[in-house]
């Protein structure tokens, strides 16, 4: 054992090895889970029965799964699915394709839940200057659900953050992962360790769901939308 | 109760494509069988999987920001056989064997002993070291047994180890009621902190761990560690052994001995 390093070199050195790969994941599976999630969502409102179907039965499943075993079975279960990418990077497309597809069920609720929420008389009158379904919904309705959507997204955006964690389990260098290199190169620093990922992870959730969210939901309030 | 139904037939839709996906993955990467060895050459890497708290065998040197110990260097010795460079995939313990037989990896170099139960999912190299492992307690503790068996009166999960170890299986064996944990590190913090009372560990990997102040109380000779590749790959595992014994031939695994422990 060298010299114990002090805390705060500990933190840029979490910082500068585990976090651009936490963020990667966090941004990816988020894009992922974004347009899976709108299209579910789209589905669910406007595809009738039929679709609708389909739209809520990947949710109840999807939502019902731990994401880790998700996460298990892109890599472990069925290792061939990424047969054409280099073998390297196939856990981190495992991990994208396990946040994605999860963070697709819970986004799908959430757009669902902003459309709905756009006044029905709105789509009513857009038909009635003669749009089109689709024409009204692209510039009428989709502008004002997402923007009613950001206050619950960056809640989004705080879950999988958090559950990017769990690539650690298959390999991936992230911040909880380079956090146990740390600690095992020091074991006495084990606890303090973990207090500064904690610490990590808090900045970089807290300051986004408060500047986003709650401002958001202000600004929503002043313009009458939405309930807050 | 027609969505009942569609509800039932999406999970059974999602479930026959996992086993869909699971039984004809094998044939998306083509037909003709391209030996791992051949694969590994083409690529120019081999991904050797380890868990990186395991020192002196294996650690991530947050210093100099890479690989070190005792199976790093081996497994050194097997890439320059294949010339080709290492690619480290580090992760759980327990995680690795699995990680293998589903060809995330290609090679493990974790300390992993021999024993029946894993020869039966993988192939093992010849062993090329044999450690002791030690049953360890706190300092001042004044815990005594004179066999393992004898760990199985003290309380419920007052024992702690490594998943996916042998000592877990020693355990088992021994009708052990113990707790276990991913890393040797949360571990022995575990036992430090009066979690657990007894810790079963290698013996080389509590030189790290010196600053706890732990004492063996019992030593049980272990099964000797090897390296690890498919049943199904044994042109990789010729070259594997062949790397090896070339390293007892000249005298470059007593130098590493030397080196690491």
Redesign the interface.
Same mark, same amino acid.
């Given at each position: 054992?060298?010299e114990t390093p002090d805390l705060p070199s500990i933190f840029f050195?979490i910082l500068v090895n585990g976090l651009p790969t936490t963020l990667l994941l966090t941004a990816l599976g988020l894009l992922g889970g974004f347009v899976l999630g709108l299209s579910l969502a789209i589905m669910r409102v406007y595809g009738g029965k039929d679709l609708g179907?389909?739209s809520?039965? $990947?949710e109840?499943?999807l939502r019902g799964i731990p994401l880790l075993v998700l996460i298990?079975?892109f890599? /472990?279960?069925?290792?061939?699915?990424f047969?054409f990418i280099?073998?390297?990077t196939?856990?981190l497309f495992g991990v994208i394709l396990a946040l994605g597809l999860r963070s697709g069920a819970y986004q799908s609720q959430l757009f669902r839940g902003a459309i709905l929420s756009v006044d029905p008389g709105q789509m009513i009158a857009a038909r009635a200057l003669g749009m089109s379904q689709f024409q009204a919904f692209r510039h009428i309705v989709l502008p004002q659900a997402l923007r009613l959507a950001i206050p619950s997204w960056s809640n989004e955006y705080a879950v999988v953050i958090k559950d990017s964690s769990y690539a650690?389990?298959?390999?991936i260098?992230e911040t909880l992962?380079v956090a146990?290199?740390?600690?095992?190169?020091y074991?006495?620093l084990?606890?303090p360790t973990m207090g500064v990922v904690a610490i990590i992870y808090f900045i970089f959730t807290y300051p986004i769901t408060r500047m986003i969210g709650e401002r958001q939901t202000k600004k929503l309030k002043k313009l009458g939308m939405g309930g807050g | 109760m027609?969505?009942g139904i569609?509800?039932i037939?999406?999970?059974v839709c999602?479930v026959a494509g /996992?086993a869909a996906?699971?039984l &004809?993955?094998?044939f998306?990467?083509g037909v003709t069988r391209v030996s791992l060895v051949d694969q590994i050459k083409a690529?120019g $890497?081999i991904?050797v999987?380890t868990s @990186?708290?395991w020192?002196p065998f294996e650690? &991530?040197?947050?210093?100099t920001q890479e690989f070190e110990g005792f199976d790093i260097d081996i497994s050194e010795l097997v890439a320059a056989e294949l010339n080709v460079t290492i690619?480290w995939?580090?992760?759980?313990f327990d @995680?690795l064997v699995?990680?293998c037989?589903?060809?995330?990896?290609d090679m493990i170099a974790a300390a992993i002993m021999v024993t029946p139960k894993r020869a039966e999912e993988l192939a093992h190299s010849v062993p090329y070291i044999r450690v002791n492992e030690l049953i360890i307690v706190r300092g001042d503790s004044s815990i005594t047994i004179t066999k393992l068996e004898d760990l199985a009166a003290l309380p419920a999960k007052s024992v702690g180890c490594q998943s996916g170890t042998t000592q877990e299986e020693e355990l088992t064996d021994a009708n052990v009621d113990y707790a276990s944990y991913v890393?040797a590190?949360?571990m022995?913090?575990d036992l430090d902190a009066g979690g657990i009372d007894v810790a079963f560990i290698d013996e080389p990997v509590l030189g790290? $761990?010196t600053? $706890?102040g732990f004492k063996s109380i019992f030593i049980v000779p272990a099964e000797p560690t090897a390296l690890w590749c498919k049943w199904e790959e044994p042109e990789l595992m010729a070259a594997i052994n062949k790397a090896l014994l070339e390293a007892f031939k000249d005298g470059t695994m007593d130098t590493l001995i030397a080196k690491w422990f």
């Open positions: 054992m060298v050195y179907w389909i809520s039965g $990947y109840k499943v298990y079975i890599i /472990f279960g069925i290792p061939g699915i047969w280099d073998p390297l196939r856990p650690y389990a298959v390999g260098i992962k146990f290199r740390v600690s095992a190169n074991p006495l084990w606890a | 027609r969505k569609t509800a037939v999406i999970i999602v /996992f996906g699971w &004809f993955s094998p998306l990467t690529r $890497y991904i999987g @990186s708290d020192p650690i &991530f040197n947050t210093t690619q995939s580090d992760m759980d @995680s699995g990680a037989t589903a060809g995330t990896i890393s590190l949360s022995l913090t790290q $761990y600053a $706890y």
